[in-house]
């Protein structure tokens, strides 16, 4: 039986106590916003933009890598590869041009540590570890052609895009052989005169390869089972460079804009979303999706003929749209 007057304090107590459990969430809630400020003000800066060093780099391709926060960049005057960070201002040097037999530099492809470098119209492809710089393969695949961009696979095979000869090369996982994996000639994406195949990039269920053709905007879809290849529709012009996936979402370099495309299960039609411009884009080429951000390289190819390039060049980094 409980004493007379023992329910008031009773009472009071559970009071207390759900009182003092409400002031220990609001002080977990602050502790918890000072973390996120503390953490936000303390994070890595990104620059709006990358300087790429030299009076004239011309610039193409850059590959992520995200296991250390760098990105590498490709010179196609000489065949330097340069190697930035998300956080750094400036590139540096990481592999010498001429190094190699490597005269020029097209398109790249990180695949963890292996940085894989097309070689344009030497027909020249190049393997090299990124933490030793040692070159671990290189192939030739003869001439008239113009090795463009690389995508890897789950597989861990690599593939090259050719902007002049029907053809889609393939360079085996173990770094052995380069094959004339795939012939364009009787598909959908057969070539016509000018430069065709371009942009690259692999699903990320293994299943398929995106590719772009410049000379008519399209986009198609390469089945890696069956090599069948169909055409993407879309409800405008998309296909260029610089191919990046994300889930279903399509991001391509092409008209001087970042060419947003919303594709379906299948990867065979797509809807335009946006298309993103930004004062910093010039001549832009390929992109990259770096850690919330996207690095797009401004060639500078419409300044070459001329020479009239602005200094320094540079790799934009902007929101991804």
């Keep these: 039986m409980r004493e007379p007057g023992r329910t008031f ?16 969430r609001i002080a977990a809630l ?15 800066p990104r620059p709006s933009a990358y300087v790429v060093p030299g009076p004239a780099v011309f610039p193409e391709g850059v590959a992520f ?23 750094e201002s400036t590139t540096e040097i990481f592999l010498p041009g001429g190094e190699d037999g490597r005269t020029t530099a097209i398109g790249l492809e990180v ?39 690389i995508a890897t696979t789950k597989s861990g095979d690599a593939f ?23 012939d364009f000639t009787g598909t959908p994406a057969a070539y016509t005169p000018g430069f065709n195949l371009n942009g690259i990039v692999a699903t990320p269920d293994g299943k398929y390869l995106i590719v772009a053709k410049s000379n008519t905007a399209e986009l198609f879809r390469i089945d890696l089972a069956t090599k069948e290849v169909v055409e993407i529709t879309t409800d405008e012009p998309t296909g260029g460079d610089g191919l990046q996936l994300q889930g279903h979402t399509l991001y391509a ?25 930004d004062p910093s884009f010039r001549s832009p080429t390929t992109n990259a999706i770096a850690r919330g951000r ?10 070459r003929p001329t020479g009239t390039q602005v200094l320094p060049f540079t790799v934009s980094s902007v929101a991804i749209p």
């Design 65 to 87: 890598q995200p296991s250390t926060g760098a990105f590498f960049v490709t010179s196609t005057s000489d065949g330097t590869i340069f190697r930035g960070h998300v956080s």
């Design 111 to 149: 695949d963890d540590t292996r940085l894989y470098v097309a070689g344009g119209a030497t027909g020249r492809l190049f393997v090299y570890d990124t933490e030793t710089k040692a070159l671990l393969a290189s192939f030739a695949t003869g001439t008239g052609g113009f090795l463009n961009d």
């Design 294 to 303: 996207m690095l797009v390289v401004n060639s500078q190819f419409a300044q």
């Design 160 to 182: 090259v895009t050719d902007s002049m000869r029907p053809t889609l090369w393939r360079i085996s996982a173990d770094l052995t052989t380069v094959e004339p994996w795939l």
């Design 253 to 277: 370099i092409a008209g001087g804009a970042i060419v947003e495309v919303r594709l379906s299960g299948d990867y065979t039609s797509g809807d335009i979303v946006s298309r993103t411009t």
């Design 9 to 24: 304090d009773s009472l009071s107590c559970v009071h207390n106590f759900k009182g003092g459990l409400h002031s220990m």
């Design 30 to 44: 602050a502790a918890l916003a000072s973390l996120v400020l503390a953490t936000a003000a303390g994070a890595e």
